[in-house]
């Protein structure tokens, strides 16, 4: 259900021209009655109520300007807000849609049977399949070989298995049924992987004194 707009365009040298035949009792009637509209879609035909909502006597030379109950020039506002608001958001929808899209594209990886649960190394995966930039004018999308590739090129994850991290990433999204893996996702999931701690020799090693 859209919401309705809580106000309306108002254009003074339209209205004056509109009501200049108007008294100032009838000009006052005439703006409540249009507020009435506004905000339940027609006004009543029966002249009590009329009145009732208009705070005086609804002349005939007032009903004129509302045929059928309803005054057009209102109704065409009404349409145009409403147009006005679909594309705003329909643009909206658009906008997020291309800036997520190189974000969210999944990754779609095969994944060894019984995932290890060690840090050791195991060979690079294989993409089965890539969503393509629907743009072609677009730089050509990085390939999730190349993407791997620079990950573990970075400095900042220096020492850490980025495919045994792969693999653990993707085990924890297969039990989570909201969860997509994706390259922000896992981007994230490495940045937060500590590096593993320096292995320190137990024994210092011998050093020779030197003789006086």
């Not at 030379?61 to 409403?82: A, T, W, Y």
């Not at 993707?170 to 937060?192: A, C, G, L, Y």
């Amino acid at each position: 259900m859209s919401m309705k707009p809580p106000a309306f365009q108002f254009y003074p040298d339209d209205f004056i021209g509109g009501t200049c035949d108007l008294s100032a009792k009838e000009v006052g009637a005439y703006i409540r009655l249009l507020c009435f509209q506004w905000s339940k879609g027609k006004i009543p035909s029966d002249r009590n109520k009329l009145s009732r909502i208009a705070g005086t006597a609804v002349t005939d030379e007032v009903l004129s300007k509302f045929p059928d109950g309803m005054n057009q020039r209102l109704e065409s506002e009404r349409i145009k807000q409403s147009e006005h608001r679909e594309a705003k958001k329909k643009a909206g929808e658009n906008g997020a849609k291309k800036r997520w899209q190189n974000h969210s594209t999944p990754i779609i990886l095969p994944l060894a049977e019984g995932i290890a649960n060690d840090s050791s190394p195991s060979p690079s995966p294989s993409p089965v399949s890539i969503i393509k930039n629907k743009k072609a004018n677009k730089a050509p999308q990085v390939t999730d070989e190349e993407w791997m590739t620079s990950l573990k090129n970075n400095p900042d994850h220096e020492g850490k298995n980025i495919d045994a991290e792969f693999r653990r990433a993707s085990e924890w999204v297969s039990k989570q049924p909201d969860r997509k893996m994706t390259r922000q996702f896992f981007n994230n999931w490495i940045n937060r992987c500590e590096k593993p701690l320096a292995i320190k020799p137990a024994v210092k090693p011998f050093r020779p004194q030197s003789c006086l």
